[in-house]
């Protein structure tokens, strides 16, 4: 009876799509920076600082995790 608990519960979480609005909002304001930094060159460059900083903090927590 637990595994059969343990198996909905995970299909459970599977279906679970709280969190893709967040990732949609996060994609989108990511191109929407690559777009300012593309129309204007002297911004491209912090943009740049701004994404290698996220980059970097995530490749951290994926080594963490």
Same mark, same amino acid.
């Given at each position: $009876?637990?595994?059969?608990?343990? *198996?909905?519960? !995970? ?6 799509? !709280? #969190?893709?609005? %967040?990732?949609?909002?996060? %994609? $989108?304001?990511? *191109?929407?920076?690559?777009?300012? #930094?593309?129309? $204007? ?9 701004? *994404? ?9 927590? &994926? &080594? &963490? #995790?």
């Amino acid at each position: $009876m637990k595994r059969l608990s343990e *198996f909905i519960w !995970r299909i459970h979480i599977w279906k679970d799509t !709280r #969190g893709q609005d %967040l990732i949609e909002y996060a %994609l $989108m304001a990511g *191109f929407v920076a690559v777009a300012a #930094g593309a129309i $204007m060159p002297q911004v491209s460059t912090s943009v740049s600082t701004i *994404f290698s900083k996220v980059d970097s903090v995530l490749s951290g927590a &994926a &080594a &963490a #995790g």
